[in-house]
């Protein structure tokens, strides 16, 4: 319920959902639209499962953009005050601790900036793997579609042990996949009836 006790309208539930993608946190959005938490999560829920989990990938994406395109900005700026410190600093004749810039600063720089860069690394191998977890899951679904393809093509098994003789049978089952042995079995099984439920 929104204001008041009134349901939230279709154009109010897309706003929670839309801002729900972009920050992933119910009660920043509650305080955006000036709801409850708990509306914001039970709306949330009545999304459905699978629409949920699309915005909190979603919001996890974004999140990671952001945070990359931050680190870059600070690998940037460590780089430029790193070169500018390096640049201040004279050559300097031996023994000599005459320094227009800190040794300290300029450990702390690099430092800094080694640290930067492996947080850039991270980065990179986390998009790696999601994008091939993306690539795993649609090679998957192609593969599954493929397989249902093959055994809707398959004729009834009254129609196979009708018109194939006992060998037929055996060469074809032998040319067919363990799924689609499975899917097959499964297919001939009868339909088991569901156990009646206790009062």
Excluded: H
Aim: proline fraction near 6%; aromatic fraction near 2%; charged fraction near 25%.
């Amino acid at each position: 319920m929104g204001a008041k006790g009134k349901p939230l309208g279709p154009a109010e539930l897309d706003t929670l959902a839309t801002m729900y993608a972009q920050c992933g946190n119910a009660a920043a959005v509650a305080r955006a639209m000036g709801l409850k938490t708990s509306t914001v999560t039970r709306q949330l829920a009545n999304l459905g499962e699978q629409r949920r989990a699309t915005l909190q990938r979603d919001a996890l994406l974004s999140g990671l953009v952001d945070g990359r395109e931050r680190v870059d900005r600070a690998v940037r700026g460590v780089s430029a005050k790193l070169w500018a410190a390096l640049k201040k600093t004279p050559p300097q004749p031996k023994g000599s601790s005459l320094f227009e810039t800190e040794p300290q600063t300029i450990q702390q720089l690099g430092s800094t900036l080694a640290r930067l860069v492996s947080v850039q690394i991270l980065l990179d191998r986390r998009e790696e793997q999601r994008r091939q977890s993306e690539l795993t899951r649609e090679k998957t679904r192609a593969e599954i579609s493929a397989i249902e393809k093959r055994v809707d093509e398959l004729p009834p098994m009254s129609t196979l042990k009708s018109k194939l003789s006992p060998a037929q049978v055996l060469e074809l089952m032998r040319s067919l996949s363990t799924d689609q042995l499975e899917a097959l079995r499964a297919l001939a099984r009868p339909k088991e009836a569901a156990p009646a439920q206790g009062p």
